[in-house]
């Protein structure tokens, strides 16, 4: 079993930052490919980042290219996804997720999420 437990979101104002973490107990952390997703009420839940187990490859949604920057740290077993220049569209609840098999993760079926936590974007 693995444990998720984000942190960092909050209310920002728009062209604002912040910075969401994930903490991870239990198996080897550094065996997974880690993402984020997000989720707003009546739409399913989008893929914003990915990267590799071993932290050199990541990916990013068209819609936070340039803005949005994912990093991993094996020795700490967390998982940051840094936001700036955000935009009321960023609203959601942002999740934590972690998947043995990169395309099951990719695909939203990953073997772990998260609690999620909250970003709110105001204009």
């Known amino acids: 079993q693995v444990q998720l437990v984000e942190s960092g979101g909050g209310l920002v104002q728009a062209g604002g930052s912040l910075r969401l973490s994930c903490a991870a107990s239990g198996r080897p952390f550094s065996a997974y490919t880690m993402a984020w997703f997000r989720q707003v009420p009546g739409k399913e839940r989008e893929l914003v980042s990915s990267?590799?187990?071993?932290?050199?490859?990541?990916n990013y949604a068209d819609s936070v290219k340039g803005r949005f920057t994912i990093s991993r740290d094996n020795t700490a077993n967390t998982v940051d996804l840094q936001m700036n220049a955000l935009k009321p569209e960023d609203t959601a609840v942002y999740y934590c997720a972690a998947g043995a098999l990169r395309s099951r993760l990719i695909g939203g079926r990953p073997d772990y999420w998260g609690q999620g936590t909250q970003v709110t974007v105001s204009s």
């Open positions: 990267i590799s187990s071993s932290g050199i490859t990541t």
